[in-house]
Each structure stands twice: as C-alpha cells, then as structure tokens.
C-alpha cells in the first residue's frame, strides 16, 4: 500500500468510526507534511466536506432543514451531497485527463457512487419518516427501494481505501432490510421467518456497533453512563428503537409458542425488560374493566401457505383452512372465548371496510348473546378484538383509548414518525 492508499485508508476508517475531528486533523497533517498540490490536492480539499456531511448524516440532519457548518444557500444536507457528488466527478475527469494519479481517479468514482447512496438513502428515511404519520405503512414498498439500493451501491467499492465506509454502508442497509423483512413476516404470522429476520438485523447492529469507533475511545454497552461524553449517533439510536419496537412486537405476536418454551414467570420477567410489555398491560386492562377476552384475531383467508405459527417441518403437508379456521386466535387474555368466534369472524367480514381504514374502533353489540365486541385493524391480516359479556357503547372512552393506542403501538409507526424527534 503506498502512501496515499495508506492516508486514504486511514481517513475514511476515521470517518466510519466516527472520529470526524480526528479525521479532519489527518487532512490537516497531511496537507501540511506534503505541501500538496494538483489533483491530491483537489481531493485534499474535498474530504473535510466528507466528513461534516458524515458527521450530519449519522445525527439525522438530513430531516433538519438547515444544518450548521456548512455556508450555502440551500445547505439542506441532500443539497451538500450532491454538491459533494459534482466536486468528485469534476476531480475523477481532471485525474483520468491528466493521467497522472489513477487512484485518485478510483476513489473519486467510488466517492461518487458512496455519496449517490447517501442521497438515496436520506430520501428512503424521509419516505419512511412521512409514512410513519399516516395510518398504514408499506412495508413492501420501503423493502424494495433499500433493495434496490443495496443491489446497486452497498457492494460497490473495491478500492481497499473505502472499505470501511463500504462496511458501514452495507451495515445499515442490511439492518433495515433484515427489519423491514421481519415485519412483513410478521404480519403473516410466521414465526420462525420472523426471529430469523429479527436475528440478522440484530447481528448486523452489534457488527456496526463494533465499528463505530475504536474500543480505546468508548467502552460498549448501555449503562446508566454510556456514552456520555461521546453520544452515539442519533441514527443508530434510532435504529436500536426500530428494532425494540418490533422485538415487543414479535414478543405478543408468538406469545403462546414462546410460553412452550419456558414458564409464565419468566415469560413475565422477559417482557418486563422489552420497550413495550403489552402483555402487562393486556393483563391490567382486562382485570380492571373485567372484560372477557382481550385478543389477536389473524386472517388466514385465501393463504395458500398458511400452517400457524411455531416450527413446522418442510415437507409437512399445507392444508387450505376453511369456514372458521381461517380465522384463528393468535393471542387471548385470560382465556380464548371459542364460543365468541362465530361473532367476531362475522364483524370482521361484515365491517371489513371500516377496519381496513386502520383509523376506526369499532364496536358491536349482540342482542342474542348480550355481549359487546370492540375491534380494530393492527395489520391487514391482524384484528384486536376487546370481547365484553356485558353492554358497552362508544362513550366509554377508556375502551376507545385503551383499543386505539395499544392497535397504534403495535403498527410502529410512531417509530418512524419519530425519526424527526431525535434531530436537533
């Protein structure tokens, strides 16, 4: 490795460990020590911009609409990327004219390709953060567009000077694919899909984790004290949160296939630790308000694939459910209320319209049985369902807010809405 490589290769490992002075020092240093002068000293330029749009992206500063430091009219962040983006390519034609450096013509390629997925992806956490204040998430949707973002730039950079921002990259797209996949699973009620999902995403965050800077600079983990003087970014925050929200998720989702695995006790104690136990708080609204059932009613209808949860064996044989098997109980507190099922399959097919809008609660109430039914929409294919043996009606509020925050709280999309909250 010669000289440059070895400075480049230096710089760009400062910047993914987020030592961004420390990287603007080496410039500094090495612009002093060579006097340097041409196209090097073009690129010399150009990297301390790296660096401060770097140091802006892992703070979220993209959703800010000024960002401080940089002295241009339009200093949006994007703006600053792709200003960055015009500068590299104007210094990849100078290095190829003048033959003289093809490393440097190298690098600013790569650079170019590096800051066009930055831009993609500040448009991709946008689009996440504007979905997040509507009532339904495309996850499908968002799934596709941070593919099609790694099939074209997390792999492309060959040059062993970028290799660890080429790391960090894929890093992060890989999370949130491994994130976005486990909630599509989820939705489907698969198990096993799902914690596979979930377990990729949360190696590829203790990988960047390690990454973010050097072990002598800050000691990892998350005690009362970490980090204090030295925060970690507000992005990886940010996708830590991501992740508690679907773990909590998950956790309620396959209540009854992880409770096979160990006792009700510790069942308790592990959603004590999770961000949302909304096992407890099932629990405590169904013993204070002494309702019948609180449960999670899943849509199997027209699943060709559909076998439960829990692990099954490849080659076991896929029976299409029929009648009211197409509609089984994913969880129920206290009990499961077979005998309510005939009712609640038929508000969900009858009032389908008003659930899909994924904004109503809606209630019914059954003169046969004398028994009230309160449902919302979580997923297209996930009813929440509030069973009663007794009359209830829509004044009393507290079912409302009780049905429509825990349904809120299970879509996560207060969790990409909340991407704007951590800027600053």
Partial sequence: MDHEEEFLNMFFTQVSQLSFDKAKETVERERESSRASGVWGMLLTYLPQIAMAERSYVDL??????????????????????????????????????????????????????????????????KMHIMGTGKQMKYEELLSQIEDIMDKHALSFPNIALTSIKAALSLECEILAYLLRAQLEMQLWRF????MQLHGAHTRISAWERTLQSRESWKLG????????NPVPALFQWLLKLKAAFVAKFSLYFFSTLAQQTTIQEMKALGN??????????QSFQKRYDATAVMLVFDAHELEDFIGPGYHH???????????????????????????MPNVVQIITERASELSAMDRV???????????????????????????DTKKGEKESYITTFVYDLSLQLRCNKVFANLKMNTK
């Fill in 61 to 126: 500063g993209f959703l800010v609409t000024k960002n401080k430091g940089f002295l241009r009219k339009d200093n949006s962040l994007r703006s600053v990327y792709d200003s960055l983006r015009g500068d590299f390519h104007r210094l990849e034609e100078v290095a190829r004219l003048s033959g003289s450096d093809r490393t440097i013509m190298t690098v600013a390629n790569q650079l170019c390709q590096f800051i066009t997925a930055r831009i993609e992806l500040i448009d991709f956490y946008e």
């Fill in 192 to 195: 096993l899909q799902s914690l």
């Fill in 222 to 229: 998350f005690g009362a004290t970490f980090l204090k003087a």
């Fill in 273 to 282: 630790k999770l961000s949302n136990d909304y096992y407890h708080k099932i």
């Fill in 314 to 340: 490849p080659k076991k044989p896929v029976e299409t459910p029929q009648g009211l098997d197409c509609y089984p109980i994913m969880f129920s507190y206290p009990i499961k209320p077979l005998n309510h």
């Fill in 362 to 388: 809606v209630f019914s109430f059954s003169q046969r049985d004398q028994s009230t039914y309160i449902l919302s929409r979580i997923d297209p294919r996930v009813t929440f369902v509030v069973v009663f």
